[in-house]
């Protein structure tokens, strides 16, 4: 039944793939040409390149349905930016500019001589030419330009920072929390007493977007030009800040791009390099490589021009395409090489599509499936770079199968008139099985097959036994229960969440501000939005008004919110300037007619909807504190949002910062469930391919096994989970498949009699190939480790996670967990007359598909 299961699906594509093999064999050139020209038009999608790339940070970086825009469309909608600015009521981050200020040596920065500085600065900035002042294109509230707090308190006089006494951080009703950082205040006091750092913001009229880039672009080189003062150290940040520097980003890799081709070329010819000038494959591991890098260009020219965004994630994926063609391009030069070196150049090629097609083909459908399973996310980066990836794995197998596979028959042409790889010219043949400089065509005069490569040797004779011995087995089962200890660990340290910092390159002016920021600054959080949506609401009745006060002071009790500082609430004032004015507002006639003049003059006619006599939503402002880490902010939203569910008033809190805060809420459960429904797909493709469902289920726990090594090691290696690393782990499962489900069926269908011998066996055949492809895919992400960049250094770290440990659990851990079960083999010994003869040593994948055992009707054979 087993064999039936798996042979309904391989011996027809066997066929088929003879077929073609047969076609590419006989017209190498028309294949050859056809891919080019393939590749050369689809290529010309790249001329759409600049207009498809996708790097708006809030589009590309949070959720697609996240919750905090839909409460921020509701804002817009009931709440639109009035002609008087306000920092606390904006919808968005704003326009802006921002400067922060720290002692050379940390010292007080409440001194006359800090502060001449910083008035001097300020002064710079406000009077510098764009085209536009800053007077021209400021925020405004009341006809004059937003100012800062502290600069208004001193009257821009620096003997006044000594002089005056400061409150913190309420001073006559001032908020002081985002302007004053590391404050120090007198014992039981809120007097000020010294500070670490002074910010100052610089908003600017949203509207006149592009005079604001002129501006902000105008600020940035002006303090990108600034020289250090005697007293004052200055970080600098704009609203365009990060979106610059991802922007710049993308770029720094191209350069990136030529090394890898580079490393790779030359690893697959070391790799495929023989002494023998006619058996050498320089030329195929070139042409290997340079399918790989066309069908980058053809997958991508044909995604952008079918309109798909090219996010900066998707910089990354050529050095993994290019990884895993020359992998692919490995197998099919081992079956090449297992073929008899007399027979015709078609018959040669039919045998070695027969072997390597069927393998090459499920192992891209994992790959592939992986991917395409990774667009379920809810991040568009993510859903960008699965798309690119999966449709260049697709053009990466099919000019495998064609360009690569005719170009194996050229070369396999010249070996058969016996020509020199470089010169083409005849030289003589062999006459042993060895080869000299010059002579050439060496093969084994038993098999009538080229000579076994040396390490090939070392896997059969020193290896495979040293691996199989007892205290040998009893240290790797130690190490493997040490690797998994470390990697439980590593998943209870793991942060979550992509920190906006990280977008920017290393050492980039944005890291040294949100550096001081979180130093300085995190004492006071955002200040949280609760707004008011029930049109019914009735904000005139006692009972429903004590409703909302509950409300309020269960947010007031939070952990996360300063019990110190009252909420800023419209309704709390009016009730007041009821009280004083003997006004009934008890009464729904009395509270809405004077609702619009109270709105007016006490400045919160921007907090309240109301129009057609009727209050459509209200909104009122709570402080949050020390939020300072990524949890802090993922606990911060939740508590937020839970309490406004447990509201009795139908309530939403909103922050612009939320927007980006979502992705705690989605990136754990979305992870679980991508790496589950991939894993399960895994399954059912490996109880195809190996006749045997425990070691199916062996392949399960190999993939599960990895997947905890590579997130708890990379927690360890300061790698957080987000949308970035999201990638990597469902990329971890194909490769892990290609490992694990190989090496299983190799000792599934092994003809030895023990298990040791099986194991033995596997190894023999699977060792030098799966080294070949740890190494090249390796080799195509390296480079990235160079790049001054999170993303792409994070790419590296995952990939080489993956591909290590995936190497390390092929041809070490499960090789020794399936010597312990005798059952996950066949023993069926009556039906070894029916087996081929061992015959290549080179076999990664090949065997993993080949049906090489017959098994009767027997409840032990599976």
Known sequence: ??????????????????????????????????????????????????????????????????????????????????EEFSQLRLSSEGSYASLIFTGLQGENILTEAAFNDIIALDGQVKSMMTGNTFENICAKTKGRCMSNAILDIINYIATEIVSLNISYPMNNDMFLGTTIGGAELKPDSSELTSAKAVRLFYFLDEKKTKENLYWLDGFLKLLSNYTEQKTVHVSYFTSISRQNELETNSDSVIPLFSVTYFLAITISILSCLRLDPVRTKVWVATFGVVSAGMAVLASFGLLLFCGMPFAMTVASAPFLILGVGVDDMFIMISCWQKTEVQKDVELRLAETYK??????????????????????????????????????????????????GACLALNGRREKGNRHWLTCMKVPEATGDGGGCCVGGAYDKNTHKELEMPVDSFFKNYYGPFLTRVWVKALVCLIYAGYLAVSIYGCFQMQEGLDLRNLAADGSYVGSYYDKEDEFFSAFGPNVMLVIKDEDFQYWNPTARESLDLCLENFQNLTMVDSGISPISWLSVYMQFGLNTSLNLDSEMEFKSNLTAFLNLSGFSQDVNFTNNQIHASRMFIQSVNISTAIDEKNMLNAFRETAEKCVVDLIVYHPAFIYFDQYAVIITNTIQNLAVATCAMLVISLLLIPNPLCSLWVTFAIASVIVGVAGFMALWDVSLDSVSMINLVICIGFSVDFSAHICYAFVSSEKSSANEKAMDAITKLGYPIIQGAVSTIAGVVVLAAAESYIFNTF??????????????????????????????????????NLPEPRDTNELRVNAVVIQNECPDDPDCY
């Open 1 to 82: 039944m087993a064999k039936c299961k798996t042979d309904c699906i391989e011996r027809p594509l066997s066929l088929a793939f003879e077929k073609l093999g047969r076609v590419v064999g006989r017209y190498p050139y028309v294949f050859i040409l056809s891919a080019l020209c393939v590749a050369a038009a689809l290529g010309a999608g790249f001329i759409f390149l600049h207009e498809r790339e996708a790097n708006d940070i809030e589009d590309q970086f949070t959720p697609v349905n996240g919750p905090a825009k839909w409460e921020r469309a509701f804002v817009v909608e009931n709440f639109p930016q009035s």
């Open 355 to 404: 072997e390597a097609g069927v393998s090459i083909t499920i192992t891209t459908l994992t790959d592939v499936l992986a991917f395409y399973i990774g667009l379920m996310t809810p991040f568009r980066s993510v859903q960008s770079f699965c798309m690119y990836t999966s449709t260049a794995l697709l053009f990466c197998y099919i000019f495998n199968i064609t360009f690569f």
């Open 796 to 833: 590296f770290k995952i990939m080489f996670l993956v591909i290590l440990f995936g190497a390390v659990h092929g041809i070490i851990f499960i090789p020794v967990f399936l010597t312990f079960l005798g059952t996950c083999s066949n023993r069926h010994e009556k039906n070894k007359e």
